[in-house]
């Protein structure tokens, strides 16, 4: 129900949502939003092509939150939420959702937790007790607690501990921010979620699971009126909690050097490696920025158009996979990254210099008028196919607003990626893509240890 | 008068110090220790050779226990200290300390604060007076904090940010301590210092300045008796302040991957790189690991008898300079570190190879029982040699109690150095110095970069 698998897809998501652009309004009717008296947020998202609704609650809270020592805290949360409140038994809520044909999950990151069902709309007002109900009223117990800790320590055993790729990423991640939070791990370090316990538990449950740290994004087949009619009678009986300090957190100190992460392991078959930089985030940067950033990643290494994969993949043919990406919706300042394998006899350093080559020339020469024309044409299209996704668009809202965007921002946005010029993707390429200031990771087969 | 120089210095003193060894009671009689009323620990070391006396406060509070975000607050009090207090003008302390022909300063490090002067017998009362006074009474105004952030902020520039030597070390830190404090340079980082406030100083002197916070280390020409009539009459006025938790601060977890950390700079002349480990310290380690730790530091690079310098600079030739040292006197886990660099045409690449094959030399056969007997040996002359020093002795002290340690531990010390065995020696080696699990500093020229 609530795996990091699926955090892990709803982080690539959320990305490939940056990339194919937060856009629209449905296909129906204009996006409302709302607050109701005590402080909860609401997004109201039309879309009446079919008889369903998703309804998601965001909470203001992810893992780069976490008081000191206590990583992981906000993932257990994402388990925490199914366990029993003082209303309904332990998996009634999952119960009810698979018993009306419906869907539901939940998913955590560095901002925010989220939980969603997608139900048929007149399940929606049950949907909403529910998540009003789980909001406040959890029962935590010490027996609780120690149940669902040992899951998550199993899943971290399965997903991060066993895997090479995975045990690389969190040490990059970690050398990459040297001071701001993102470098702690989302599932948390073992040796902290191992001591996580009751106390910690409630204190951050009534912290944060409150009405006025949360959004609620309905996009679907329903109405303003009709969502603020079933909230006010649930999410409305749920009393605010007390005011949260602004979310300022740690931020990084310039980057000076190069650094390098090596993971060697005999699991391993095919050598590859990635190269990140700290870049601003939609809502740290300045105007333009972001934007700016989003089409050099599509330009540079975004898809088959890319010039990475036209250059290493095609052309030169050195490489099995090369490309770039940039994780635009963060509250704090976020990554750029780039990354190759090579194919056939082809060594990763060979890929890895053809790949600083083309990071090289775009800083140094820019990008065509011709190539961000059709840069952002891609976009547009990703939009369109966006549009039919109904939790897409939820996603939008939903991860625009935990990360201290709004609506305005969302709508807007289609209209600034198309005013970014050629120089915008060129300053933003030679400010931030410098190679002797970046982190590299390399995950290589065990006979290559050294290399 | 407080200045980042001596906190450098300080830190490699206390680091000579773990080397050399805290081991002696003075020239004669016996170390007393006891506690005031207000929970103020005193330690008397007595040392009647010379009509001086050295008189120490060590408050347990350093860098690696700043709340997050404000980096730099614990050495900005090492600044801050020397302000007017209700009862004396700024700089009256420091001209009564030059008055009587005395010396004074302070110095910060990862795990403690402390401030020192020497003086003839006389002025122990006065010194005592002064010092308790500054305890709980500095007058901290918005023009003392911004005045004295100006300097600190100057000295980040002046000694950090123009050495490529000292921004190279401080991103070797943050990326060898992934989730420790140690990795939170000591001075500060920039963006935060920039930010430190009277709010966030009246919060950290109200909650660290106290008598039950600090340990007060007298050594010299005095009876524990005199001593403890001055400290009643002075420290023991100030009031207890409320208990503080106990330092529990995050811990490092499992490093699975080798990292490097590169600063290219035209600067540098010769290229020099250091390796370090994670390890743990005395407060940390199970009985017997660190002192193991000490001797296998000493019998690998700790002087010009150890094996890296033996092989490297006088066999070999290729090394200008090639060591090893162990940083035992930390809260928490600490580093063991290994360095070398090139002499005349030599790469830095051969050297590096050269110690890396040292390293794994002495993981993989451990070291004789001769080697260990004469390293135990140099010890043991270098505490006949600390024991002349009457501030190193007052050092041992103090870094000792600062960091979980009692005066029973820096007595019985020299007997658990002579216990380790050569198994203990080796068993250490194997266990941390591990080449694929370690992280590395190159400082290079700039025609290097890349290399």
Redo the contacts between chains.
């Keep these: 129900m609530t795996s990091c698998t699926r955090r892990l897809r709803a982080a690539l998501l959320t990305s490939a949502l940056a990339l194919t652009g937060p856009a629209l309004a449905g296909d129906d009717g204009k996006v409302t939003d709302f607050l109701l008296d005590n402080g909860m947020e609401v997004v109201v998202i039309p879309d009446h092509r079919a008889p369903i609704v998703t309804h998601m609650v965001w909470y203001k809270i992810g893992s780069a939150d976490e008081p000191?020592?206590k990583?992981g805290i906000a993932h257990f949360f994402e388990h925490l939420m199914f366990k029993a409140t003082t209303n309904h038994a332990a998996g009634e809520f999952d119960s009810a959702v698979a018993e009306i044909g419906g869907s539901n999950n939940a998913f955590t990151s560095y901002d925010y937790t989220a939980f969603h069902e997608t139900v048929a709309p007149s399940a929606l007002g049950e949907m909403m007790a529910f998540e009003a109900d789980r909001m406040r009223n959890l029962i935590l117990t010490d027996d609780v607690i120690k149940t669902e800790r040992d899951v998550i320590l199993e899943e971290r055993r399965s997903r991060i501990d066993s895997s090479p790729q995975a045990?690389?990423e969190e040490?990059v991640d970690?050398?990459l921010w040297?001071?701001q939070?993102y470098?702690?791990p989302v599932i948390g370090?073992?040796?902290?979620m191992e001591q996580l316990n009751r106390t910690d538990a409630i204190a951050f449950y009534d912290k944060y699971y409150r009405p006025n740290n949360a959004v609620l994004v309905v996009a679907g087949d329903v109405e303003p009126d009709t969502v603020k009619a079933l909230a006010e009678k649930t999410y409305g009986k749920v009393a605010r909690g007390p005011d949260l300090p602004p979310r300022?957190?740690?931020?990084e100190?310039e980057?000076?050097?190069?650094?390098?992460?090596?993971?060697?392991d005999a699991r391993v078959s095919v050598p590859t490696f990635s190269t990140q930089w700290v870049v601003p985030s939609y809502h740290t940067a300045r105007p333009g920025e972001a934007e700016a950033l989003d089409l050099l990643a599509e330009i540079l290494g975004g898809g088959n158009r890319s010039r990475l994969y036209q250059q290493l993949v095609v052309k030169q043919g050195v490489a099995a996979e090369a490309g770039a990406y940039f994780q635009g919706t963060m509250l704090d300042a976020t990554n750029f990254t780039i990354y190759g394998a090579p194919r056939g006899d082809a060594k990763l350093g060979d890929v890895e210099a053809a790949v600083d080559a083309e990071v090289a020339h775009i800083a140094r020469d820019g990008v065509t008028d011709d190539e961000l024309e059709k840069a952002k044409q891609r976009y547009v299209r990703s939009m369109i196919f966006a549009r039919d996704k109904q939790d897409d668009m939820a996603n939008m809202y939903g991860s625009t607003l935990a990360t201290g965007g709004n609506v305005q921002d969302v709508l807007e946005w289609p209209d600034r990626i198309r005013k970014v010029t050629a120089d915008e993707v060129k300053a933003v390429a030679a400010r931030y893509l410098v190679?002797?200031h970046s982190t590299t990771g390399y995950l290589l087969p065990q006979q290559q240890?050294?290399n």
Excluded: F, H, Y
């Design positions: 000191a020592g990583s045990l690389l040490e970690a050398t040297q001071n939070p470098r702690i370090w073992m040796q902290e300022i957190r740690p931020v100190p980057q000076n050097t190069k650094r390098s992460v090596t993971l060697s190679l002797d240890a050294g």
